[in-house]
């Protein structure tokens, strides 16, 4: 495939898959021959791009010309459509295009449909943090990759200190590696305990104060979590999850399911063993105190976007949040 598209908001995994794809295609001695990006600011990027791809490369290696932060899959003008229908199917054999951009491809984009013929695309999207099992994958795929040896405990504790931080993840499980340099044990939960900070378990602690309407212990985590420099839209996001889920299977059990496959797909749980603890979880709540707390998470999460204090609209959703959860 002669283009690369790579979309999403993760963006230290796509930082990495450039970099890989930078030293397949590239010889070190002829980069600056054969290697051109393409910032968005840049007038007639795309086009630019396309008349740059079509010359071969020099050298060795191959040449690969990078649309960087690109909308070439969200808005392409005519002239640059045009451009696009005539380079591709001409491009050289040993020259790569590679588009990025953190918004999905739009489907229905003329562009789009054209460049699927040509192109290999992946999606470097970032883990909602509410999927504890794709996020415990994740990890057990960054230590094979960096070569730490963990048991599943391990993984659950990392899945739950780091969230979908993929930067982190990668930070600190090359601190792992440093720390049990030498050794063929698998790591023990007091050395990750002690190793690595536990951000997003206090997020969902902070979820289960709510819960319970207990304001002083839910403010308490609130300043913890400020203190460790948490982001707060980081904060509403793992939120946002919690309440999502918890919603599903409250409504799922008033009316009447029992299943918990059935409740763990609605839900989008891949462990249905997981249900029961959230039915527990649930058990003393309502459908509409569930219902009440998703507009005050969306009104933090637009004023956090909107650059307002986040210590003090996180204190101040909190206080309403857990207002909704002490009336019984």
Same mark, same amino acid.
């Given at each position: ?24 295609? =590239? ?27 079509? +010359? ?27 451009? =696009? ?85 990668? +930070? ?33 602690? =902070? ?7 207990? +304001? ?113």
């Amino acid at each position: 495939m002669p283009i690369y598209v790579y979309w999403g908001e993760d963006d230290f995994a796509t930082e990495k898959a450039v970099a890989a794809l930078r030293d397949r295609i =590239l010889d070190p001695l002829w980069i600056s021959f054969n290697y051109t990006a393409f910032p968005p600011d840049q007038p007639d990027a795309i086009i630019q791009a396309l008349n740059q791809v079509m +010359t071969p490369a020099f050298g060795a290696g191959g040449r690969l010309v990078w649309l960087v932060n690109s909308n070439l899959c969200q808005q392409c003008p005519e002239n640059a459509l045009s451009e =696009l229908q005539r380079t591709l199917p001409a491009i050289p054999e040993n020259s790569f295009l590679l588009v990025t951009s953190r918004s999905k491809p739009d489907e229905r984009l003329k562009a789009t449909k054209f460049i699927k013929q040509f192109a290999e695309i992946r999606e470097f999207s970032l883990i909602p943090p509410w999927k504890t099992e794709l996020l415990v994958q994740a990890v057990n795929e960054v230590a094979q990759d960096v070569g730490v040896k963990l048991t599943t405990q391990t993984a659950e504790i990392l899945a739950e200190s780091i969230g979908n931080d993929t930067r982190l993840l990668y +930070t600190e499980m090359e601190k792992l590696r440093l720390f049990m340099a030498g050794s063929n044990k698998p790591l023990d939960v007091k050395t990750v305990t002690l190793l690595v900070r536990n951000t997003t378990q206090n997020t969902l602690q =902070l979820a289960a104060a709510i819960r319970t309407g207990d +304001t002083a212990k839910a403010l308490g985590i609130v300043g913890d979590l400020i203190n460790a420099a948490e982001p707060g839209l980081r904060i509403v996001a793992t939120l946002i999850g919690q309440f999502r889920t918890w919603l599903w299977v409250k409504i799922m059990m008033e009316t009447g399911e029992r299943n918990p496959q059935a409740i763990a797909q609605a839900a989008e749980i891949n462990n249905p063993k997981r249900i029961y603890f959230l039915q527990q979880e649930v058990k003393s709540l309502s459908v509409q105190q569930l219902i009440s707390s998703l507009p005050l998470l969306l009104e933090l999460e637009v004023s956090l976007k909107q650059g307002a204090s986040e210590t003090s609209i996180l204190q101040t959703k909190v206080i309403e949040l857990c207002q909704v959860y002490q009336k019984r």
